[in-house]
């Protein structure tokens, strides 16, 4: 007999799972809604579009400058004159239940608040980050997480989760590219389905389930040189081929929000982009949910130069379809103003209050105002061992083993004495990733415990430091070394700290820390095997001993199972089947590097002249671990490629290969689509990924893997808009963004 809250997971999970959800959501016009529009004054109209860091819940660490820049008492003034329609980064019951108190009882109207909160990965148990995640290349893993976080969510009383993260991002020098789903478009539009179907599910009301949020409109992953908030200067293609369609792709799941990005897009910021967030966004998409900025973004519309002064930002940024602004408090300071002025129609302003209280009824708010708010749940329902497990089972299946030189992996029961050595060996506080701030620490399971737990003789492993993450500890390296020489086996925890990953973390090289290599350079020169066990928020341009290191394990941040899931790979209890969501460059100098890059007129030859080719001095410009790369204990082959000669214009194609698992153990292949289109009338990059299947097999079994192509699979944004030209495809059935079985076919004329 399950308990009702692993039932509640399970069941929730199990509805989720696998197909797809068609989301009952009622935009109907509400008798409710518009009586209470009809009676707001222009105050309480700004207050609704108004939403502020939580000051009632204050966060234990802080999420943004200034997070807090208000206190319980004022907050509690401000929310019973109605100045606020939304808190955000507030967790608990109690202080959700006194802050609605306020609202539904004290305040003219009674408006229900909204609470809201970044929970990207994970509450209080916490997943591997969304870049790892992706790397499993299973949708509905990424679904029960989010499913998962929803129920822990709503347990401390938010509603609304400002996720996912859907920004494409192939600068790896940008720190937040550990929130997103990775270097490609079409992995990160299934993420981006799965995240908010597993967040909002098929019913809003549902207490267990929150509004998702995909964010930043639009292209934030694109700032110039990976540089944080840098400008995003992109051409019309890139951005409808490469940026929005994981937005798209989360509104068509039926998203009930989203997020106005900081970044100018072509020099005009995202948050006073009419275009963007009106004639795209509503007009073309018909998106009917609710714009919310990112944090200050409309004020931030002085600094890009776009507005003279909080007035003409706050008008700026609502007129071009912000409908609510998020902690500068410039539309309660000037919306009443600029609408008396006749500067900006009150109709306008409604249709936005519409969107706020449509949301709050979508989430049946007004019906029930303390949903979400169950001191029971609250009890219950947060960091339960179904959750644990779940982060467990999602952080083995996000471990990309990069390299096994002479099967060193899986060790066995009893492999020796073992030194740990880095940073990371029993390190706690580095578990969780960037942007975990509400993680409940005391359930962290680090590296060290882990193995521990599998070892016959736990005496066996030997913990040394050796450096911290970014400078020498005195005599640490001399210690790491000394217990090198004393042991069978060394383990290597290196890599970044989550405060170098996240917002406001760019990097200008994407390298192990210096410290760190010096160690690795030291603790190698003792010749003992080593397995490295990498922690990164972003792809890593390995050098010297660490990338020479027989075995090497890509662990990201793994979330609260950390210590466990890394456990399970390396003693084999998990046979790793994820694959690289980003490509891991031989140079950091080589960023932005993504698989799917164009031909140029003098791409440089696999093999022969490298002269006068598109390269670099240093290296020809490919991935030391390419997208798409993972290995497994087991060993698969692809064979019997069988591709239709031709994709009729209204047909579809078949396309499929034979796979086999030819090594000794069970394990599960992640088998890739890839196409080129060979002459367009625009240059087309020399493979896009069209599909992927997980496919476990046990030893010696065969399956024929198969994908169908349309020729909607095919479209580029050319001269006019969204086009398919008939010619020459290649096509590979892979399991790596590199190499494969290749193909050919003609898509026909209609
Ligand atoms: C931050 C982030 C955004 C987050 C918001 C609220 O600056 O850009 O992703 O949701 O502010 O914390």
């Not at 509400?30 to 939580?54: H, N, V, Y």
């Not at 007129?319 to 002025?341: I, R």
């Amino acid at each position: 007999m399950t308990s009702p809250t692993r039932r509640t997971l399970l069941k929730a999970g199990g509805a989720i799972a696998g197909f797809a959800l068609a989301p009952r959501i009622a935009f109907a016009q509400s008798d409710r809604i518009e009586s209470l529009i009809a009676k707001m004054t222009l105050a309480e109209k700004a207050g609704q579009l108004s939403c502020f860091g939580d000051a009632i819940r204050p966060p234990r660490i802080p999420f943004n400058p200034n997070a807090v820049s208000s206190n319980a008492a004022k907050q509690l003034a401000d929310i019973k004159a109605g100045r606020i329609g939304m808190l955000f980064n507030g967790v608990g019951v109690s202080g959700a239940r006194r802050a609605q108190k306020t609202a539904i009882e004290q305040s003219r109207l009674k408006i229900p608040l909204v609470f809201a909160g970044d929970v990207i990965h994970g509450l209080a148990t916490v997943f591997p980050i969304p870049i790892a995640e992706a790397g499993s290349f299973d949708p509905d893993l990424a679904m029960r997480t989010a499913r998962a976080a929803a129920l822990e969510t709503t347990a401390v009383g938010m509603h609304w989760t400002f996720a996912p993260m859907v920004d494409v991002a192939r600068d790896e020098r940008w720190g937040r590219v550990a929130e997103g789903s990775g270097e490609d478009t079409y992995l990160g539009q299934q993420m981006a389905i799965a995240r908010v179907r597993g967040f909002q599910g098929s019913d809003p009301t549902d207490p267990s389930r929150v509004a998702a949020c995909p964010k930043h409109f639009a292209a934030y992953g694109a700032v110039a040189a990976g540089m944080e908030y840098n400008t995003v200067d992109i051409s019309m293609e890139t951005l409808r081929e490469i940026h929005l369609p994981p937005f798209k792709a989360a509104f068509d799941a039926g998203a009930l929000t989203t997020m106005s990005a900081f970044n100018d897009l072509d020099g005009v910021p995202a948050s006073g982009n009419h275009w963007l967030l009106t004639e795209l966004l509503r007009d073309q998409w018909h998106f009917r949910g609710l714009v919310v900025s990112d944090y200050t973004a409309d004020e931030e519309l002085i600094a890009h130069g776009y507005a003279a002064d909080g007035r003409d930002a706050a008008k700026k940024a609502f007129t071009a379809g912000v409908d609510m602004s998020m902690q500068s408090g410039l539309y309660n300071k000037w919306l009443p103003d600029l609408v008396e002025k006749g500067e900006v129609a009150e109709a306008l302003v409604d249709a936005s209050v519409r969107r706020v209280l449509t949301l709050k009824e979508q989430l049946g708010l007004f019906d029930n105002p303390y949903r979400s708010m169950d001191y029971a749940r609250e009890k219950t329902q947060v960091a339960m061992p179904a959750t644990r497990a779940l982060s467990r089972e999602s952080g083995a299946r996000s471990i990309v083993l990069l390299k096994n030189d002479g099967d060193l992996l899986p060790l066995g029961k009893a492999p020796g004495k073992i030194a740990l050595i880095g940073p990371f060996g029993d390190d706690k506080a580095n578990l969780a990733g960037p942007w975990a701030f509400m993680a409940d620490e005391t359930i962290g399971v680090d590296i060290a415990s882990g193995i521990r737990a599998r070892l016959a003789d736990p005496a066996a492993l030997t913990v040394v430091k050796g450096s911290e993450v970014e400078k020498p500890i005195a005599g640490g390296i001399d210690a790491a070394v000394a217990a090198a020489k004393a042991v069978d086996l060394v383990i290597l925890a290196i890599g970044e700290d989550q405060g170098m990953s996240g917002e406001d973390q760019s990097r200008v090289a994407i390298v192990v820390p210096p410290a760190q290599q010096a160690l690795a350079e030291a603790v190698a020169a003792a010749g003992k095997p080593v397995i490295v066990l990498l922690k990164h928020g972003r792809a890593l341009a390995l050098s010297g001993a660490v990338k020479q290191a027989p075995a090497i394990l890509a662990c990201w941040f793994l979330g609260s199972e950390t210590g466990n899931a890394v456990a399970d790979v390396l003693f084999g209890a998990v046979n790793p089947s994820a694959k690289l969501s980003a490509s891991f460059p031989n140079y950091s100098g080589q960023e932005p590097y993504f698989y799917d890059h164009r031909p140029t007129g003098r791409p440089a030859p696999d093999e022969g002249d490298q002269a006068y080719k598109a390269r670099y001095r240093e290296t020809k410009n490919e991935a030391m671990y390419p997208f798409g790369h993972g290995l497994s204990y087991t060993r698969f082959t692809l064979s019997d490629l069988q591709v239709d000669r031709e994709l009729a214009w209204d047909g579809s194609l078949a396309a499929s290969a034979l796979l086999t698992n030819v090594g000794k153990r069970a394990g599960t292949e992640v088998v890739q689509l890839y196409i080129h289109d060979r002459v367009a009338s625009r240059t087309r990059p020399v493979r896009e990924l069209k599909g992927f299947q997980r496919v476990t097999l046990a030893p010696g079994g065969t399956q024929r893997v198969r994908f169908t192509l349309k020729r909607q699979d095919l479209q580029f944004w050319g001269e006019h808009g969204w086009t398919v030209e008939p010619g020459a495809f290649d096509l590979w059935i892979a399991t790596s963004s590199v190499g494969g079985l290749r193909g050919s076919f003609d898509l026909a004329r209609a």
